[in-house]
């Protein structure tokens, strides 16, 4: 009986030495894959941040080697917390709906000034000797040109060389002959043009044929009802 035990007990320790080996192998504690640690000792990696699997998360994934781990931006500190590539901004600090510009980027994609909410892509421009719709250009607008005073609705535009144009029609160096209006679309007579009906962008719908003296309407009256639609001169 007592000998018995004892070869049971010879038989368990032989077994767990013999599997040593094998549990070293598989590198348990570690993250990376079986057999490809770096360490010295079996099971263990070369060291804290220098590890070397393969995605996010384990060893070697973004925010390991030195790489950036995004955290809450402290903005004004020069340093760049959020990892957007912005060491002094937190991307919309003036509150215009618009990212600030980062390094490689330009507008109308971002923000050219993220320090003044009233400057920004598409902004309205004013004479102020800034550039308030950051297309690269100060005070473009026509009104902000001497020579487009008293061209009314027939230009847009001042060049740098300071001439007056409608920047949408054609070649954009010239401003609209007398009794059209510089729209979006070019000069156009907004007293007959069905997409430009009084205003500019001010468009003719399906209840109506045609621009008469800057209104809309079908055949020869007004448009018709908005559930009607003008066929042929009539509701």
């Known amino acids: 009986m007592k000998r018995s035990r004892l070869a049971r007990s010879n038989v368990l320790v032989c077994t767990l030495i013999l599997s040593a080996p094998a549990l070293l ?9 079986p057999g490809t640690d770096s360490g010295s000792l079996p099971g263990r990696d070369a060291g804290p941040g220098v590890d070397s699997g393969p995605g996010p998360g384990i060893d070697g994934g973004p925010g390991w080697d030195g790489g950036c781990t995004p955290s809450f931006e402290i903005c004004g500190d020069g340093m760049d917390q959020n ?14 709906s618009f990212e600030a510009c980062r390094t490689g980027e330009a507008p109308p994609a971002c923000d050219c000034n993220d320090r003044e909410a009233t400057i920004y892509p598409g902004a309205p421009e004013i004479c102020n000797s800034i550039d308030d719709d950051c297309d690269g250009r100060v005070d473009e607008i026509a009104a902000c040109c001497a020579a487009c005073t008293g061209m009314a609705e027939r230009a847009d535009a001042c ?29 156009a007579d907004l007293q007959t043009d069905f997409n430009n009906c009084g205003l500019c962008q001010s468009q003719c719908t399906a209840q109506a044929d045609h621009c008469s003296a800057g209104l809309c309407g079908c055949g020869s009256g007004p448009p018709c009802d908005k559930a009607v639609m003008c066929s042929g001169g009539s509701c």
């Open 25 to 33: 192998a598989t590198g348990c504690g570690d993250d990376d894959s």
């Open 159 to 187: 060049t740098p060389e300071g001439a007056c144009v409608c920047s949408t029609e054609g070649a954009g160096d010239a401003p609209c002959a007398a009794g059209r209006a510089c729209c979006s679309s070019g000069c």
């Open 83 to 96: 990892c957007d590539g912005r060491e002094d901004s937190c991307g919309n600090t003036d509150g215009d």
